[in-house]
């Protein structure tokens, strides 16, 4: 699926300017998705050379969680590229999208400000906004839906996972898959070295599931059959095992079509997501994996969670499926509603604007003047 997500930063900038009362430089990853820093480019390439040497610049990481250490080792001094550094502002500022981060601690110490708000939710509302017309017909041939795709860097969990269910005799119950052979290292994960050696499953994988090569960026994508068929999504976020909170299109994806869902991410993720007005099924099933700290035990929870409603009674699910009817109505007119729209422009705009006054307020000029007399 092709994203215009160039749109999106126009809409940023504007919404920049606009909060700070002058112009922003704008720099993005293009194309869209890559991590690399040869590929952080600034989003009006035509703007004249002293328009970088004169205004605020904002660097935009807002769809990927923050990598610190990767960045930091191919550029020591300045982290991010810049097309000029003979800037008049000694800081930049840092659109990103996660809380409770180590990273961003090593960014604010580097001269970067930061402006945090939920950019998945907007591009969510774009990918996704045809499911606002969706009506489902339901036809149920299993329980659960696990889009289960890319398990590189912090996604590794998702092949421990796949082997609780088997281990659980949840096979059955599963509409899901595995990538054998992981789509961006183009390696088996037998072959591979993982950073928590407890996510390394034992068992061989594509001996109980289908596979699939789907990479990453295959999560704007859902089959409206899946969700007929299914009654439960399962939704693996990016970050898992990590202390960081960032909720990306994958949750939303759910949402925007009334599908019920049991969240894989960080520590508090429910209570992240319902800070935004959404609900979920605590009054329904166990929600408490979403407070363990410990990765493996949130994981083997989770899984237990699995277990328990695919044990459930013909008479409980019928009672359980009105009372989660419930929430998911709520959950998909809220998503598609302007107030949810509205709060996290206002999230943004209120950020930006706070951001921009530190900036300001902050600045000695002694950066501009170092390469002005270079």
Known sequence: MSIPLDRLYQFVESVAQQASGERIVIYRFYPHGSKKLEDLHELHGDWPMADYDLLPVMYCHDQEPLMWNHYHAQDPEFNLRRKSRR?????????????????????????????????????????????????????????????????????????????????????????????????????????????????????????????????????????????????????????????????????????????????????????????????????????????????????????????TIGNWSVTERQLNQHAMQLITQHNRQHFFSQNFSDQVIRELTANIKMAHKILVSGNTGLRYNKYQNL
């Open 87 to 307: 800037q008049q502002f000694d800081q930049c500022l840092l659109l990103h999208s996660e809380q409770r981060s180590h990273n961003l601690q090593q960014y604010q110490s580097h001269d970067f400000v930061p402006v945090y708000y939920w950019s998945h939710a907007l591009i969510a509302r774009d990918w996704f906004r045809y499911a606002e017309y969706y009506e489902q017909t339901k036809r149920v041939q299993k329980i659960f839906l696990i889009y289960n795709r890319a398990w590189a860097g912090t996604r590794e969990y998702r092949l421990k996972l796949m082997e609780h269910i088997v281990q659980l005799d949840l096979t059955e119950h599963c509409k899901t898959t595995v990538n054998a052979v992981e789509p961006e290292l183009n390696i088996h994960y037998h072959s591979h070295e993982f950073v928590n050696a407890c996510m390394r499953p034992q068992l061989v994988l594509e001996n109980y599931f289908n596979t699939t090569t789907a990479s990453s960026a295959a999560s704007a994508d859902f089959e409206v059959k899946d969700y007929e068929s299914t009654e439960i999504e399962v939704v693996l976020e990016t970050l898992f095992d990590d202390s960081r909170l960032q909720l990306t299109e994958k949750i939303l994806r759910p949402i925007a079509v009334g599908q019920p869902f049991i969240l894989a991410g960080t520590q508090g993720s429910l209570d992240y997501l319902r800070s935004y007005g959404f609900k979920t099924f605590d009054n329904i099933w166990d929600e408490s994996y979403d407070n363990e700290p410990s990765a493996e035990k949130r994981l083997l929870a989770i899984a237990d969670l699995m277990k």
